[in-house]
């Protein structure tokens, strides 16, 4: 098959901030014994068969010093931008590094499906679609959401008046507007749609626990596979 993308222009965004109001510094909470942030980068480098660049996109604000230093330390590739306004901070992320297409992962998921997110890239690599998701309806339980996207498609939004939440959540727009773009979506078999329900993303402390809990349990396990346990 042809590849129709070029996968030297392709980079994994990962959304950070420390001032969440629920969980206050949670990309900073540890997972066992890394911090969140540093726990799905190892995650995905491990891994992952696409080497892929890792770039961690916060804010400018103060609030976000902390990060900037962790990324530093660690050797990990860092934008900051707006905080507010994620859309144009992930615009002008892609601008500064030059992308012609990303994968979104938010720091607030520790499990995020890496083996999902290879099938994703492949099926990006050798079609023409804008999107590959599995939020275009979500079909996989919170906290394993998954999406790439080519820049272009930001790019030519770049001055246009969207609402708040189009801002916030970068890729609603798209999907309310989707008669304008070409958007694969993943699905699970429909045996797994009772896990719809299912959160495994952390959002506040009990999150955190629980979440401990989790990885604790499989602690032996190579490859911590959500789907597959349950």
Not at 78 to 99: A, P, S, Y
Not at 166 to 195: A, G
Request: with cysteine.
């Amino acid at each position: 098959m042809k590849l129709n993308f070029n996968q030297q222009r392709m980079a994994i965004i990962i959304f950070a901030r420390l001032n969440s109001r629920r969980l206050p510094k949670k990309v900073m909470s540890k997972v066992g014994s890394k911090p969140l942030l540093l726990f799905i980068i190892d995650r995905i480098k491990k891994n992952s068969n696409f080497k892929l660049p890792i770039i961690v996109a916060t804010s400018k604000n103060k609030s976000d010093n902390e990060i900037e230093i962790f990324c530093k330390k660690n050797k990990i590739k860092i934008f900051r931008g707006e905080l507010n306004d994620v859309f144009k901070r992930n615009l002008d992320c892609i601008k500064k590094f030059k992308l012609e297409s990303f994968i979104r992962v938010c720091a607030d998921r520790p499990f995020f499906d890496v083996k999902l997110m290879d099938k994703m890239i492949k099926k990006f690599l050798y079609s023409n679609f804008d999107i590959i998701t599995n939020q275009y309806p979500r079909t996989y339980p919170k906290g394993l959401a998954c999406e790439i996207a080519k820049t272009s498609i930001f790019l030519k939004n770049e001055k246009n008046k969207m609402l708040k939440r189009h801002r916030e959540h970068i890729f609603e727009y798209f999907y309310e507007n989707n008669k304008n773009y070409k958007i694969y979506n993943f699905r699970l078999v429909k045996n797994f749609k009772n896990l719809l329900k299912k959160d495994f993303s952390i959002n506040n402390n009990n999150d955190l626990i629980k979440i401990n809990k989790l990885y604790n349990k499989y602690i032996d396990q190579d490859y911590i596979d959500i789907l597959k346990i349950l």
